[in-house]
């Protein structure tokens, strides 16, 4: 595990990759700065994480009582 001259606990930013300190003295925890938060939050807000999903099923092809078969 690495640590910093104080420590603490250092980990992989999930934005960027370099070193973020995970403890309560970094606000932005787990990432390394605001800025590599703000960009990870918008990736969520326009939807750019995404999982993969099987298109949604037509409801013609539905059997009886709405069951798919």
Known sequence: MKT???GERLVRCPQCGGDSVFASSNK?????????RQIDLGAWA????????????DPDD???GGLVH
């Open 46 to 57: 326009s939807e750019s994480f995404r999982m993969p999903a099987a298109p949604p099923q």
């Open 28 to 36: 932005w925890r787990p990432f390394c700065s605001e800025r590599c």
């Open 4 to 6: 910093n001259a104080q």
């Open 62 to 64: 539905a059997g009886p």
